[in-house]
């Protein structure tokens, strides 16, 4: 079974305030992904990872940024949220390219 | 433009039957697909893939079929367990995880 983790699970927050949402695998998967999920809609990919210090933008334009400082760590951070960055956040790894995805459960974030 | 379809957001199906859930996919450059299995407020979990140098993959009662003259491939689940009632992605790639690219998802509910 996989393990990767995220959290919080839910989040609620104001307009303008910085979060970070986190995200940890123990797998020690060199491939990291963030992908972002609305109701009854496609996943979109908004940022991967090929290992440590190396990240790049996924196909859905994202104002979040992330890092990948050590290899079991990939942490999203918004620096000012708004009502548009609500949404469903899927952390996932992967052991190589052409390999399953292991997701995380996911943080679902309202920005009010 | 959307290049992974499922165009049914819903199927219920008697348990013991066959389940056929179904995807469209536009770009012929797609090699690589998979499937993945949904439980509410959980990540999105790995079921079964394909390449395109087949169009059968088998895994206990799951199969995926492949043909790829009419884009399509479906997955069929049998028997069908109430345990499987989930929502099941598409997804497809082209040599590697980089760039999945999801459908929306079909809401499969198994009635016991």
């Known amino acids: 079974e996989a393990d990767i983790y995220q959290t919080p699970r839910y989040l609620v927050i104001g307009t303008g305030k910085k979060i970070t949402l986190e995200c940890s695998q123990t797998?020690?998967?060199?491939?990291m992904y963030w992908y972002q999920q609305d109701p009854g809609m496609e996943l979109h990919l908004i940022h991967y990872?090929?290992?440590?210090?190396?990240?790049e933008k996924g196909d859905l334009s994202s104002e979040s940024t992330v890092s990948r400082i050590r290899t079991e760590h990939f942490p999203l951070t918004l620096e000012s949220a708004r009502p548009s960055h609500t949404s469903q956040y899927l952390c996932?790894?992967?052991?190589?390219?052409?390999?399953?995805?292991?997701f995380g459960n996911g943080t679902r974030l309202t920005v009010t | 433009d959307q290049q992974v379809k499922q165009n049914s957001p819903s199927l219920s199906v008697q348990e013991g039957r066959i389940s056929i859930l179904n995807c469209d996919y536009t770009?012929?450059?797609?090699?690589?697909f998979l499937w993945y299995k949904k439980y509410p407020a959980e990540g999105p979990t790995f079921l079964i893939s394909?390449?395109?140098?087949?169009d059968k993959n088998e895994d206990g009662r799951f199969t995926v079929f492949l043909n790829k003259s009419a884009k399509h491939l479906s997955l069929h689940i049998v028997p069908s367990q109430p345990g499987d009632s989930a929502v099941y992605f598409c997804?497809?790639?082209?040599?590697?995880?980089?760039?999945?690219?999801f459908g929306k998802g079909t809401l499969l509910t198994v009635n016991p």
């Open positions: 996932a790894s992967s052991i190589q390219d052409n390999s399953p995805l292991h």
């Open positions: 394909i390449s395109s140098i087949k």
């Open positions: 990872s090929y290992g440590v210090n190396s990240t």
């Open positions: 770009n012929s450059m797609f090699d690589y």
């Open positions: 997804a497809a790639g082209v040599g590697s995880n980089y760039k999945l690219t």
């Open positions: 797998m020690g998967h060199d491939k």
